[in-house]
């Protein structure tokens, strides 16, 4: 997901894929200032920005897991709600995530009919040394009729199901799980 634009400075990482994005930067109510390098906004102090997390599920109330591939920047290996990224100016939260959905695994809309904006929430978590989220993030939620993925390993190191009711009211049966702490927020939502 590139955009065009005068990305910016980018520090020592100029070379990584993330210098050559922007990211939407927001206020505390989500209204949009104007662009970031994506870079810039993971790393020192940050820069808040818009996201989205999609959360997945069967008919049978189990939610899909998305284990982060272990070249990812950030929460690299940890578990996700599915899938989460930013949308580029002027996307829709809704056509971000089925950009998202496609291109990580291969999900298409045909598979799912009720893709909605369920919550938004702010936080910002530092990961280790490498960065930060600082974002207000957008939860997002559908059901597949299909449950056929196909996972790209650049994006995906693994997929899991999970009865959703268990993992919500039990997650400590899961701690075994490094969670994405976007997804570890959304999770504990209200849908």
Request: hydrophobic share 35%; with cysteine.
């Amino acid at each position: 997901m590139s955009t065009d634009a005068d990305l910016g400075s980018a520090g020592e990482d100029a070379d990584h894929e993330n210098a050559r994005q922007n990211v939407v930067t927001v206020d505390a109510d989500d209204n949009e200032d104007g662009l970031a390098n994506r870079l810039d906004a993971h790393t020192g102090d940050g820069i808040r920005h818009r996201a989205f997390t999609c959360l997945v599920f069967d008919g049978d109330g189990h939610i899909l897991l998305g284990r982060r591939a272990p070249d990812k920047r950030l929460w690299d290996t940890h578990w996700d709600g599915t899938v989460a990224s930013h949308p580029v100016q002027g996307q829709s939260q809704e056509a971000a995530t089925r950009q998202r959905l496609e291109e990580e695994l291969g999900v298409t809309p045909d598979q799912y009919a009720d893709l909605r904006v369920t919550d938004k929430f702010e936080y910002k978590r530092y990961y280790l040394e490498a960065g930060l989220e600082w974002e207000v993030c957008a939860v997002l939620k559908c059901t597949l009729d299909d449950r056929t993925i196909d996972p790209d390993p650049d994006e995906i190191a693994g997929t899991m199901w999970v009865p959703y009711e268990q993992l919500h009211d039990n997650p400590r049966r899961y701690r075994q799980l490094r969670l994405c702490p976007w997804f570890e927020i959304a999770m504990r939502r209200d849908f």
